[in-house]
Every structure is written in C-alpha cells, then in structure tokens.
C-alpha cells in the first residue's frame, strides 16, 4: 500500500462532459503529481503541485487544470472530454518539491464513451 | 512530447536468469529513476539516480546512470517470478520528466 489514495477507481463518461479526479497524498507528503497513461502515449507528467502551489508543468492540455488544498489534497478537473482523453490517471506524492515521486496511487481508469 | 527510447519492450526468461534493459535519450537529465508497474496498480519507484556514472543497487536490482547522462540501465539478477511486470525508466531535469516506453518482463518459472 502506497499510502496515495484516488477516487473513483473507474469513471465513465460522455464526450463533451467534465470530471473531477481526486488524490489524497502519502501522510506527510507535501508534493502532488499528476501523470496520464495510455496506450500510444504511454506514461506523461501533467502536472505538479508542492504544499498548495504548482511547481512544475507537463504536457498538460488547456482544457485540464489542478489544484492543491491546505489539506493537500489534489483535485484534477477534465473538461470538453473527447474519446483520446481515455486513460489511467495516476497521482503520485513526495515529501519534498524537489524530489521524485516515490508512492503512486492506484489510478483512476477514465473511459470516454 | 518526446518519450525515452527503451529497449527491449518485451522479455521472455526463465527464472534464474539475468535481465538487461536500458533507456536512451538525445536530452540530458539530471536525474535517472527506473519503475515497475504490476497490473492494476500504480508504479513503484525501484531506484533513483543523481549523479553521471552512480552504480546503485537495491537488492537484486542494479542500475546505473550513464555518463553522457543521456542513458541509464536496468539489471536484474537471478529473476524470480515475482519480477513480472513492467518496467520503466524516467528521465528528470529540473521540472520536466520523461518516460520510457516501458519494458514487459515475463519470467517462466
């Protein structure tokens, strides 16, 4: 067990609509990052945030935004949903800025219908 | 954006075997991480590297950064069952981090 926790496990959804992806980091850590995986793209880094404000940014899309509360929790917002946003969504906590993600959640498997 | 390239993308060995991978770059990166993902969860970080030329095992597991700081490799020994899954490489500098492809590793018991 990690200690990284998303809901939901598994989302279905239309084009068009908007979702929101949470992530309740490892206990203590103050890093959050946000990865896409799909087939033909394998794992990409979308976006990081460290102790409520974005430290780094990937290939993240207009269309996708985060954020990071006080309680560290992180939400990930996908809008305008098309079929090639289907993917597995992984958050994954540090304890530092700096660092590497070390614990990864267990993803949230999103399905564009 | 631009992926890592690594090689093989899938293995097939006995158990007792030695396995091999590596991951290239035409960038530069400061860090080096190696990951295995077993199906349905999220990956695990195996081992990280910093510093061009480091050797860092973590019991079975070797793996080096290398010295062009454009690749790094994998090794595992003496593979057990347990080693199936899926292993990818990460490349890092500063804010930006890239992945490998991903190597499958099958190993028959």
């Known amino acids: 067990d990690s200690g990284v926790t998303q809901t939901p496990k598994h989302l279905i959804t239309a084009t068009g609509q908007r979702v929101t992806l949470r992530c309740s980091p490892r206990s203590g850590d103050l890093s959050v990052y946000w990865y896409q995986q799909s087939l033909d793209q394998g794992l990409q880094f979308l976006i990081q945030y460290y102790n409520g404000e974005e430290r780094a940014k990937g290939n993240i899309l207009e269309r996708f935004s985060a954020q990071q509360f006080p309680d560290l929790h992180s939400e990930l917002n996908l809008s305008s949903l098309e079929l090639g946003d289907s993917a597995l969504y992984f958050c994954a906590s540090s304890a530092s800025g700096g660092g590497q993600p070390q614990h990864f959640g267990d993803g949230t498997r999103l399905s564009i219908l | 954006g631009q992926q890592l390239n690594q090689s093989p993308q899938s293995m097939f060995i006995q158990e007792g075997e030695d396995v091999s991978m590596n991951c290239t770059s035409s960038?530069?990166?400061?860090?080096w991480l190696w990951y295995k993902q077993d199906p349905g969860e999220g990956p695990v970080l195996l081992i990280a590297?910093?510093?061009?030329?480091e050797l860092t095992s973590n019991g079975r597991l070797t793996a080096q950064f290398g010295i062009t700081r454009k690749d790094s490799f994998l090794n595992i020994s003496a593979s057990i069952p347990s080693d199936v899954g899926i292993y990818f490489c990460?490349?890092?500098?500063?804010?930006?981090?890239?992945f490998g492809a991903g190597t499958r590793l099958t190993v028959k018991p």
């Open positions: 960038s530069i990166f400061n860090t």
């Open positions: 590297l910093y510093k061009a030329g």
């Open positions: 990460a490349g890092q500098d500063n804010n930006d981090m890239r």
